[in-house]
RNA sequence: GCGUCCGUAGCUCAAUUGGCUAGAGCUUCUGACUUCGGAUCAGAGGGUUGUAGGUUCGAGCCCUACCGGACGCACCA
């Protein structure tokens, strides 16, 4: 909110101090060490260092240029040539007062929005949706949210697995052993039943896969027959994602499954073929390496005992069929044509690491004019307590669905223990905002490349860094709301609030950073950062609301400060929980 | 073998272009308490950031080597 203005007038006096410096790098950010200051920048070091200058004197001379009176204290120089900024109090509570008033929420929208297509969840036809789609998914979905919340247009894009060779062997379930009565009770169960059962049984009998191949490739030429029951096992797993991103809150914009772009992937080959880029290999068509890339970082070679060789990037399998390497490019292609987009962001885990830096690679050969960002999100795993991944007892996947019931079952027994007199709808409700809110933070709080260890007691703990303790200091800071008559009114604020208390401050301090935090989520794709700076600003209201009290202050003017800073802390905090996909609750 | 990622307090994790004194929670111990509002707050303990070097005014972060771990390496996605 400040940031972005004494950023302006700190490159402004960079700027006449020295005029050839590249002012992209001259940033302001909140100090990492408040002792300091409240902002800070560290670039006049970096730009000293470039110059064989002092640092110190650079700084010394920067300083002399810079005019912010209006907004600090004096600006001090620390350390090796550090600008420290410290907000005035008088400014601070205009800040607050503004915000309070409904004029912003220490956001500034973008002024050069840009498209940016999300690629995330992306579960497949006649499977549950399981633990493994959930860091896709949460990640996704918050990614989308932030980038909406700076202003940026974003497309939402669920690339259903609805394509691959699995519906052979589900035709053959389909037409030898399915359970009619099974079907309608579970659809999704009866079929992953019938594609283990003939997966099976492929294994032990040749004829079976032959015969799941041919019913595959009779889909795949378009058998009238074959396209219905596919079509059906397509609408019954469309119910189920329908239910459970509802559940969650997901939403996307288009669902664009793998059988969308198959009548492209020909082309797609040919195309690579007739400019030199694939080329048949070993009755495959692959791409290989044009060696404009530095030999260690061509993700088109590979170095096998000591020699450099090639590691392709089949578009084309030996059987004549296509693969996800030759469907993704087509969906890169369609992207690219319909939305024109500046960035598109594949949210998966990071063993796909190097198929992404292939795909993309390849891609840019294809089309040169190409320049929009490609960036691979990728996550680690979710372990168990043992440190492997994450699987039930009895050593299965762990269903979304199954995942959720637990979330808010558990969730209800905190909620009806702690709250009793709740009617049972109510603590339902609660108890569903809870679990899935839980579930969300506990998977978007770490570091999203770094695997972490689910556990139940941890994500559900009301005190720590838990979704039920943010949500449990948004009830706090909606207790006020709720005492009408004595709130003080916040629709006639003074321009500035007199913020005094230490605590007072630094919870103001907090609130105007989370525009930044949200841009720091942006440039790394990373929400770990908003879980972090929620958890702080809640932990900074609660030291507020322990040692400033609201109603019972004495004098009118603190007051109406006070209750301005739980207003506005309720907004940040509500709109940050939204960002991150979970729902807030008045009582808990 | 090669590549990617990781190694931070007893445990689970943070650490914003390399920045000033590496932070939280859990656990342990102590304190506040007939509360506007304790699912809270305050305080204490706990570290050679895997090891050894290097670059830098400054390194958890960059470079090199080694140790330990996860994952990937031609027709699954």
């Not at 929005?113 to 999300?118: E, F, G």
């Not at 030199?276 to 290999?281: D, N």
Request: hydrophobic residues 40%; charged residues 25%; aromatic residues 8%.
């Amino acid at each position: 909110m400040l940031l972005p203005i004494l950023q302006e007038r700190l490159q402004a006096a960079v700027a006449s101090a020295l005029p050839d410096a590249d002012l992209s790098r001259v940033l302001v950010r909140p100090c990492t060490n408040a002792t300091h200051g409240d902002y800070e920048t560290t670039a006049l070091m970096g730009l000293a260092k470039e110059r064989k200058m002092n640092p110190r004197q650079l700084a010394t001379d920067v300083q002399a240029r810079l005019d912010v009176a209006d907004i600090c204290e004096p600006v001090q120089i620390s350390g090796a040539g550090f600008l420290n900024f410290r907000i005035r109090s008088e400014t601070l509570g205009r800040v607050i007062a503004s915000a309070a008033r409904g004029d912003h929420l220490f956001v500034v929208k973008t002024t050069r929005p840009r498209t940016v297509v999300i690629d995330f969840s992306s579960p497949n036809v006649a499977k549950p949706l399981h633990v493994g789609h959930i860091r896709s998914t949460f990640l996704g979905d918050c990614l989308a949210r932030v980038f909406r919340t700076l202003g940026h247009r974003v497309v939402t894009d669920n690339h259903i697995g609805d394509w691959g060779t699995q519906f052979g062997m589900l035709l053959v379930g389909w037409s030898d052993h399915l359970d009619t009565a099974a079907l309608a009770a579970d659809p999704i169960a009866e079929m992953e039943r019938l594609y283990k059962l003939v997966n099976a049984r492929c294994k032990e009998d040749p004829s079976v896969r032959d015969r799941a191949r041919s019913e595959l490739v009779k889909l795949q030429s378009g058998d009238p027959e074959n396209l219905a029951i596919w079509r059906e096992m397509q609408r019954l797993s469309q119910v189920q994602f329908d239910n459970l991103y509802t559940r969650l809150g997901v939403q996307f914009d288009v669902t664009l499954g793998e059988s969308f772009y198959n009548p492209k992937l020909a082309g797609v080959v040919a195309e690579l073929e007739a400019a030199g880029i694939a080329r048949a290999s070993e009755g495959a068509v692959a791409v290989f390496s044009d060696g404009t890339l530095p030999t260690k970082e061509d993700p088109l070679l590979i170095n096998r005992d000591g020699e450099w060789q090639a590691n392709p990037f089949l578009v084309r399998k030996s059987d004549g069929g296509f693969n996800y390497a030759t469907t993704d490019l087509a969906t890169l292609e369609h992207r690219f044509n319909t939305w024109a987009p500046d960035e598109i962001l594949y949210i998966t885990g990071g063993p796909q690491q190097l198929h992404f830096r292939q795909l993309f690679q390849t891609y840019r050969r294809w089309r040169p004019g190409f320049t929009a960002r490609l960036e691979h999100v990728w996550f680690g795993s979710i372990l168990g307590s043992d440190g492997t991944p994450f699987k039930t007892r009895s050593g299965e996947t762990v269903k979304l669905n199954d995942l959720l019931l637990e979330a808010e079952e558990r969730a209800f027994v905190i909620v009806a223990g702690k709250n009793p007199d709740l009617p049972e709808a109510e603590q339902h409700e609660i108890a569903r905002r809870i679990g899935i809110g839980a579930l969300k933070y506990a998977d978007l709080l770490p570091n999203r490349q770094s695997d972490y260890v689910f556990s139940w007691d941890k994500l559900l703990a009301l005190t720590g860094n838990t979704a039920p303790y943010l949500q449990y200091a948004y009830t706090r800071t909606r207790s006020l709301q709720r005492k009408g008559g004595e709130r003080p009114d916040l629709a006639s604020l003074p321009d500035s609030l007199p913020l005094v208390a230490r605590e007072e401050l630094e919870l103001a301090r907090h609130l105007l950073n989370f525009g930044f935090t949200l841009e720091a989520v942006t440039s790394d794709y990373r929400p770990n950062f908003l879980c972090n700076y929620l958890y702080e600003l809640a932990g900074r209201f609660s030291q507020f609301w322990e040692n400033c009290p609201v109603l019972k202050a004495e004098d009118p003017a603190t007051r109406t400060a006070r209750a301005a800073l739980c207003e506005v802390t309720s907004r940040v905090l509500g709109t940050g929980l939204n960002i991150l996909g979970i729902e807030t609750v008045e009582r808990m």
